[in-house]
């Protein structure tokens, strides 16, 4: 019974266009729960089905689970690196795939797989780094790593990727031999009963025709991979298909028409005017129906154009709520970003707690309950007043969208709608926009004054009492500000003898002064308490700039001569997020506290050591700023000290 039950979820999943994230949600209630822990099957085809739909987190989270039961299951363990991989983790999927290939039941298939990934890892590596001679060390070793997989298996699959990387390592002749027998063996796998089925053999053909310079013929084989039945909705595989393309263009000729078969779509970030509150005196998105209507079309027209397959937007009234429902109506997939704590949300920018706008509260509640839809928090505290908030959500949102724009390999926009009079008021849509193009973003922009003159607006009268657009919290003294705070401590510190703290402290905490006055940028606050260190800066670059300068001082300490283990060392946790500065009367200078202090000295207790893990809010602030070399890998979904919360954590390191 309960084998037919797997099967006929199996069966569903292998449907072409199947919804994984759906079909996910479903089987994942309590009354399928045991159907997982008895059938591995469920999470290893689910977790491919996830890699292949370009959501390598979600099947990172799920394969994870499956660990727990299947633990010495090697299939998982591969999917687990590989997600990891496509999720942009190369260091550790690089230290799961090893162990991998270290285990003596390892058979020919998964060895295959292991030693391509190892390759795939290194082109990772190549397209990270804009150094000359690692481009090429780093082409190399992918290119043996291909080759043993492909003298294992004579397998198409690991061939052509040698002959790619042999290209991009400059042994031309040798790519194009790899690629004659590669079409040889495509060939005949394509012959074989059942498969035709598979879409990675024609792309395979067209990428061995590239390089042979057949563009034509590559062009005919790409055409059938990427419009085969089981390939649609699988964005993840054709974004891997398109990267050896593009990684091909660095050295061969590839034709126009070969790169318009990629159009994989764009992640789209939205901002937008509000309907306007009852105080405002000059009308800008008045609530007529007409000018509704007008609007939304308008942004149905221009993500259409765009082929948003992903959006980011909050749900306020008017614009947002209008960019939602159009995403939710062509069935993408669509994120929604809340400043704060939702009561207050609705007060702040949905219905104002009028009784004249239940309408767009049901509409955004409507939204946020929605299967589909993922909700996130900014914050999750009240709003209080604090227009910094608005600021912060929009630099989060934009990151979020980069950063999940770069999981799939394509281009980030944004669309926002704009009267063009607007001033560029602190968080509003103008500086929005502004905050986006300024680093040379590319954004379309819906005239809202433009649309607005096409119709005769007729103002609806409100009764009842107006409450102020931000009444929702009592003034205070004190406002928040968005900081980066950094905890840090000592692996092994508590195994220090009391007449060894003085050599210690002298030594550790001199090596860490020094760090800090080296700095271009230094803390505006510091403090420490035995092994302990807090920092706060204004810039999530100028805190990554601190934690890895402190991790390459610290790897170079030698602290068996402090009489502590050889393998001692720092571990880091940060966070950004808005907190109160005071005039702290016990040290005579500005400190800092609130809830995202505590959230960042929640982080570091769980943080590898000598790591820096962040959050995914200094993640996403970090993605958003142009012109540093620093990059946040995917830890995973993890449980905080002390069970304050269970978030997703970033490894902070550089690119190569």
Known sequence: MAKDIVNRILNQLDVPETKVLDLLQTYQSKEFQKFWQQDGRLYRAFGKKLISAGHPTKAFELIREGLNYYKEELELKYLSAFALARGGNISKAEESVKKLLEEPELDERLTVEALSLVGRLNKDRYERTNQPILKLRFAQESARCYERAHALSANSFPGINAATMSVLSGKAEKARQLATTVIEQAKAELAKPGMENDYWLPATLGEAHIILGDLKEA??????????????????????????????????????????????????????????????EVPRFPPDPELEQKVSLAIKEEIEQLNANVGYCS????????????????????????????????????????????EWRRRCDALLDHSTVKVHYATTEHFLGDEVLFEFVNTFTQG??????????????????????????????????????????????????????????????????IKSPQATGKEREIKRQVKVMLFSDVKNFSKLEEEQAPSFFATF??????????SQNPPLFRNTWGDGLFLVFDHVTDCADFAMRLLDRIQGMDFERLCLPGD?????????????????KIINRTNFFGSHVNRAARI???????????????????????????????????????????????RLGRKQ
């Not at 905490?509 to 080296?518: M, N, P, T, Y």
């Not at 720092?570 to 950004?576: D, L, N, S, T, Y």
């Open 509 to 518: 905490l001199a090596e860490v002064a020094r760090v800090i006055e080296s």
């Open 568 to 584: 001692t060392t720092v571990r880091m946790g940060i966070h950004a997020g808005p907190v109160y500065p005071y005039e702290d």
């Open 604 to 650: 570091e207790p769980v943080t590898t050591p000598g790591c820096a893990f962040t959050s995914e809010q200094f993640a996403a602030l970090l993605a958003v700023e142009p012109g540093h070399d620093f990059i946040c890998e995917y830890v995973g979904i993890e449980d905080l000290a002390k069970g304050y919360d269970r978030v997703p954590l970033y």
């Open 219 to 280: 062009a005919s084989w790409y055409g059938k991979a990427i419009h085969h039945a089981n390939a649609k909705g699988n964005v993840g595989d054709i974004a891997s298909m398109r990267r050896n393309v593009l990684l091909l263009k660095e050295k061969l000729e590839v034709s126009e028409e070969i790169l318009e078969l990629f159009n994989l779509g764009s992640v789209v970030v939205f901002s937008g005017h509000m309907v306007d509150h009852p105080t405002r």
């Open 315 to 358: 749900a306020a009234c008017g614009s947002d709520i209008l960019f939602a429902e159009a995403m939710l109506e062509r069935d993408a997939e669509l994120h929604i970003v809340l400043p704060f704590h939702r009561k207050d949300f609705y007060t702040a920018s949905v219905d104002f707690d009028l009784h004249e706008m239940p």
């Open 400 to 465: 979020l969208a980069i950063t999940r724009a770069r999981e799939l390999g394509v281009e980030p926009y944004a669309l926002v709608v704009l009267d063009p009079a607007s001033a560029k008021v602190f968080g509003g849509t103008a500086y929005f926009l502004d905050r986006w193009t300024g680093s040379g973003r590319k954004a379309q922009v819906i005239d809202l004054a433009a649309i607005r003159s096409q119709i005769v607006t007729r103002p609806r009268p409100f009764s009842g009492t």
